[in-house]
């Protein structure tokens, strides 16, 4: 089976996110979507929000799609990877400026676990979409229909009322 990672914190999924992971479950067998414990980042979500979160974007955007699943995963990406048995680590690639930080990584996680990494571009309408800007325009009350699926503009609604 050719299983990929596709990881993040997902704080919160966005249609750009599901775009990605469309593509990936296109290609690969199974897509685990695995959201990072520990990032160094400060979540708007708690761990069981963002899990569920991704769950029910996934079957509110992709419901026909059976290769997805969702997972949390603590420590070393590369760890988990081969935890799973999976080939390959998806990231996506929104503007040149994600390449070399992705890039960087890419090449760290095949040098300690020998796994590849695949790009993929999310469509052009979602290449400015990231989960701190949704945050923002959510704390700030603003429209955020067209960014994020249903389920998750109720909860930032309910995170920002």
Same mark, same amino acid.
């Given at each position: 089976?050719?299983?990929?990672?596709?990881?993040?914190?997902?704080? %919160?999924?966005?249609?750009?996110?599901?775009?990605?992971?469309?593509?990936?479950?296109?290609?690969?067998?199974?897509?685990?979507?695995?959201?990072?414990?520990?990032?160094?980042?400060?979540?708007?979500?708690?761990? %069981?929000?963002?899990?569920?979160?991704?769950?029910?974007?996934?079957?509110?955007?992709?419901?026909?799609?059976?290769?997805?699943?969702?997972?949390?995963?603590?420590?070393?990406?590369?760890?988990?990877?081969?935890?799973?048995?999976?080939?390959?680590?998806?990231?996506?690639?929104?503007?040149?400026?994600?390449?070399?930080?992705?890039?960087?990584?890419?090449?760290?996680?095949?040098?300690?676990?020998?796994?590849?990494?695949?790009?993929?571009?999310?469509?052009?309408?979602?290449?400015?979409?990231?989960?701190?800007?949704?945050?923002?325009?959510?704390?700030?009350?603003?429209?955020?229909?067209?960014?994020?699926?249903?389920?998750?503009?109720?909860?930032?609604?309910?995170?920002?009322?």
């Amino acid at each position: 089976m050719r299983r990929a990672i596709y990881p993040g914190t997902f704080d %919160p999924i966005t249609n750009g996110h599901l775009d990605v992971i469309e593509r990936a479950a296109d290609i690969f067998d199974e897509v685990i979507v695995a959201i990072a414990t520990a990032s160094g980042k400060t979540p708007l979500f708690s761990i %069981p929000e963002r899990r569920d979160l991704v769950s029910n974007a996934l079957a509110e955007a992709l419901p026909a799609r059976t290769n997805i699943r969702v997972d949390v995963f603590t420590g070393l990406l590369v760890e988990y990877a081969r935890e799973q048995d999976a080939i390959a680590v998806v990231r996506g690639l929104r503007v040149l400026s994600d390449f070399e930080y992705e890039f960087q990584m890419a090449l760290m996680n095949r040098k300690l676990e020998d796994i590849s990494t695949v790009f993929l571009m999310p469509h052009e309408r979602y290449t400015y979409l990231d989960s701190t800007i949704i945050r923002e325009l959510a704390r700030h009350h603003s429209d955020v229909s067209g960014f994020v699926p249903q389920c998750v503009q109720q909860a930032l609604k309910n995170k920002f009322a």
